[in-house]
């Protein structure tokens, strides 16, 4: 006949602690979880190290014996066992989890307006560019870069001017307007000042606002001249720069221009909000 035989051992004695236990450990001597053992940490009643749990796991997080005998949670002789000392830690951890103030959702509402007010302006700025872009094409303009400061203040250099084909006869003295050169492949922004007719030409006598010096001009009657119906300040210089003449066809660039400045804003934005 055989018999069986099962041996309960007692918690070791204060004295026989290491100065040391690890999270695993003292939750194995103590009968408390890992996360209540965390909440006295974070409540500062018990101490910690955090050398070897910032390598192995949060199982590694060493809690000094110390702070668990005077906390109630181990014996401190050897007749006093662990299960006395384990109700007194359950109202501490009560009490501490119930003053923590819930303070997350308050700062979501404050950050959610400026946010909305922020991507509504850059929206708006974006459609205010899109529909400007066209402007120039749907007035059927043409354009022309300003290099020099000529005609400044009303005409600075570096600006994009925007030309409107006219009859001859329609033109009136202090128009602004563009004579351009076919051979020489150049164009220029002046003022007229005095219009003479003469037989079947129209004698313009031109002088830039900045100028001193007058300059005849002159232009079949029954042709048409570029006067100046507006501008873009800024754009006309590095248009300029490009080979090609490519600030003559700004009214069909611009628009292309705009609406992928729109849509590479769009796509970044909609990046972000996924993420």
């Not at 955090?50 to 014996?75: H, M, N, Q, T, V």
């Not at 909305?116 to 354009?143: E, N």
């Not at 900045?210 to 079949?220: F, I, K, T, Y």
């Amino acid at each position: 006949m055989s018999s069986s035989r099962t041996d309960v051992l007692d918690p070791p004695a204060a004295e026989e602690f290491p100065r040391w236990l690890t999270l695993r450990e003292a939750s194995f001597l103590t009968g408390l979880d890992e996360a209540s053992l965390r909440v006295l940490v974070a409540s500062g009643r018990v101490g910690c190290d955090r050398s070897l749990s910032r390598k192995l796991g949060d199982g590694y997080l060493l809690l000094p014996s110390k702070d668990l005998r005077e906390a109630g949670l181990l014996p401190a002789d050897p007749e006093t066992s662990h299960e006395e000392a384990a109700p007194e830690l359950v109202v501490a951890v009560e009490e501490t989890i119930a003053v923590e103030p819930p303070v997350y959702p308050v700062v979501e509402r404050q950050r959610t307006w400026p946010r909305a007010v922020r991507r509504g302006v850059i929206g708006g700025l974006l459609t205010f560019l899109v529909i400007a872009s066209f402007l120039p094409l749907l007035h059927g303009s043409q354009t022309f870069a300003v290099n020099s400061g000529q005609m400044a203040p009303a005409i600075r250099a570096g600006d994009l001017v925007l030309d409107r084909a006219i009859p001859a006869a329609d033109v009136r003295v202090g128009d602004a307007v563009t004579l351009v050169d076919q051979a020489a492949g150049t164009a220029r922004t002046t003022r007229v000042r005095t219009i003479e007719r003469v037989g079947t030409y129209l004698r313009l006598e031109v002088r830039a606002d900045r100028e001193a010096n007058m300059e005849s001009v002159a232009v079949p009657f029954a042709g048409s001249i570029d006067r100046v119906d507006g501008r873009i300040m800024g754009i006309g210089g590095p248009l300029s720069r490009v080979p090609g003449h490519l600030e003559r066809h700004a009214s069909l660039v611009l628009p292309g221009l705009a609406l992928l400045i729109a849509l590479v804003t769009w796509a970044i934005a909609r990046r972000r909000r996924a993420a």
